[in-house]
């Protein structure tokens, strides 16, 4: 055999072989790029919606709690106002438990914060007025459906970025389809 044919099919063989190694690996890492972000989608961006979406629903627990009892100035409704408290306190705990946040989230629990603070100054005051049999005007629905409006920003923040991760666990998967394949057919042609 020609020494120079015997040079090109091992160099032919070693670049078969780099090219097949490479496809591997990087596929392994793309792989791994998209299981961070789905991770992070199911992790985070989902648990926190989650949370946050049942922060909002007990909030409107609230409200109907606090127009029942105002309709009927019974201990037990009173009692269902101080339950459905508990429960926003304790969806809104949950959500600021989560292990991870993006960046900027954070930025956001300030107004969280201060809304659920107005919402309970505004049962508070309703619940002094129905318990002096004064009137209770309407203060604790809006101060309501402002909380839920700054939590609705939160949800949209964390659905932003879901939706960000997924456009790039898409635009990753098929970036790895085409290099793979492109290495594959490297590999192939130079083993021929």
């Known amino acids: ?25 990087y596929s392994q890492s793309i792989s791994r790029d998209i299981d961070d972000a789905a991770v992070s989608i199911a992790g985070n961006s989902m648990m926190s919606i989650e949370h946050l979406t049942d922060t909002r ?20 409704d009173r009692q269902a106002v101080a339950d459905a408290r508990t429960r926003v306190d304790e969806a809104f705990e949950r959500y600021l438990t989560e292990p991870e946040t993006y960046p900027g989230e954070q930025a956001l629990w300030g ?8 919402v309970n100054q505004a049962v508070e005051r309703a619940l002094d007025d129905v318990a002096a049999g004064r009137p209770t ?19 949209d923040f964390n659905a932003d970025r879901a939706r960000e991760l997924a456009l790039r666990i898409e635009r990753d998967h098929n970036r790895s389809t085409r290099v793979a394949l492109l290495l594959d057919l490297l590999s192939t042609l130079f083993t021929v």
């Open 111 to 118: 107004d969280m914060h201060h809304a659920l603070s107005m």
């Open 137 to 155: 005007g309407d203060h604790v629905t809006p101060a309501i459906n402002a909380a839920a409006r700054t939590i609705r920003r939160t949800v």
């Open 57 to 76: 629903g007990e909030l409107r627990q609230l409200d109907v709690a606090m127009v029942r009892y105002d309709n009927s100035h019974q201990a037990a």
């Open 1 to 25: 055999m020609p020494r120079g044919l015997l040079t090109r099919l091992v160099i032919a063989f070693a670049l078969a072989i780099v090219c097949f190694c490479g496809s591997t690996l």
